[in-house]
């Protein structure tokens, strides 16, 4: 069964914010270290944040300082807030556990006029 859901997606004009939220079972969630990804057209995949159990986070080059990752331990959610959105940020979003190569099926972000 799917253990992972993203959601939050969708259309967004440049400059706009938007926040993907990921579920997740607790066997997953409560473990391992929780990431999101994003593959954009035309480019490789690209690790975009992670976050510990405790909070501490790390960011990939590409996005820090405008995205946000968070999490809320008694839901079992992984958040990603989304600032000042470029039309470079359009991508499929995954949330997932990147020590153990386990992602979900991901929520498409599309930043255009």
């Known amino acids: 069964q799917v253990q992972l859901v993203e959601s939050g997606g969708g259309l967004v004009q440049p400059g706009g914010s938007l926040r993907l939220s990921c579920a997740a079972s607790r066997s997953i969630f409560s473990t391992y270290i929780m990431a999101w990804s994003r593959q954009a057209p035309g480019k490789e995949r690209e690790l975009v944040a992670t976050?510990?159990?405790?909070?501490?986070?790390n960011y990939g080059g590409s996005v820090k300082g405008r995205f946000t990752i968070s999490r809320d331990n008694a839901k079992n959610t992984v958040y990603l807030q989304k600032n000042s959105l470029k039309t470079e940020d359009t991508a499929v979003y995954y949330c997932?556990?990147?020590?153990?190569?386990?992602w979900g099926q991901g929520t498409q972000v599309t930043v255009s006029s």
């Open positions: 997932g556990a990147p020590t153990i190569m386990n």
């Open positions: 976050i510990t159990f405790s909070g501490t986070t």
